[in-house]
């Protein structure tokens, strides 16, 4: 079975300061990745995914995440925070070996951004 | 537009009502889920489509929840004598290819805002 755990429900960060939204993930193979993220009233749209090859991801926006196997990790980061950002942040893992390919996603963490 | 589309975007109901919540995939997408999201919660699964396999549907909260994809295009989740602890945020999402399996990128739509009073 595959989990994931987001760190702190809610974030608050200063305007151009460090976004750091963490995520631990439990699978049993190696897994599949994902970063959305949902801006008020708006669905879900993918930031990046992280399948195979290059641990570091760079995604849409400015943020990025690194695959960390022996930390089982996938931290997301955005070097300066934007008003813009603020929304919610899902991450989600999915198992690669299972052809109904359903993807679990974590319980969300709110960045809001202080001017 | 291509994206998903999902109807209506507001419901409100009174409990014990049934409720029908449309959901237009992207033309061509051949997976299709249903989520749920409640008030500053996560994403809880619903049901899954793919293709023409059986659908999953391990996720349905209790029998009163149900779903169908007819023509393996647009979707009704379908709940019936609604509680008001089915208030939510239904969303769907597709995605391209059963082939591509778990990479693929899910596709999501603006969801519907259901309100059981």
């Known amino acids: 079975a595959q989990s994931v755990t987001q760190l702190g429900s809610h974030v608050s960060v200063s305007e151009g300061a460090l976004v750091l939204l963490r995520c631990n993930y439990s699978?049993?193979?190696?897994?599949?990745l994902f970063w959305y993220v949902q801006y008020p009233n708006q669905g879900l749209q993918l930031l990046l995914k992280y399948t195979t090859g290059a641990t570091l991801v760079k995604g849409i926006n400015g943020f990025e995440a690194e695959f960390k196997k022996s930390e089982t990790s996938f931290h997301l980061t955005k070097p300066s925070a934007h008003m813009s950002d603020a929304a919610e942040y899902f991450c989600?893992?999915?198992?690669?070996?299972?052809?109904?390919?359903?993807?679990?996603f974590g319980s969300g963490t709110r960045l809001s951004i202080r001017p | 537009g291509a994206g998903v589309s999902q109807s209506p975007s507001n419901k409100v109901t009174e409990k014990g009502k049934d409720v029908e919540l449309r959901c237009d995939p992207i033309s061509g997408h051949t997976a299709l889920y249903w989520y749920r999201q409640s008030l500053g919660q996560g994403l809880e699964f619903l049901i899954y489509?793919?293709?023409?396999?059986?659908?999953?549907k391990s996720g349905l909260p209790s029998d009163r929840f149900s779903a169908e994809r007819t023509g393996g295009s647009v979707s009704t989740l379908t709940i019936q004598r609604t509680q008001q602890e089915d208030s939510a945020v239904y969303l769907c999402a597709s995605s391209p290819d059963i082939l591509a399996g778990a990479a693929d990128t899910q596709y999501f739509g603006p969801g519907t805002r259901l309100t059981v009073l």
């Open positions: 489509f793919q293709g023409n396999s059986a659908p999953d």
């Open positions: 989600a893992v999915s198992n690669p070996y299972s052809s109904a390919s359903k993807i679990i």
């Open positions: 699978s049993s193979v190696p897994p599949y």
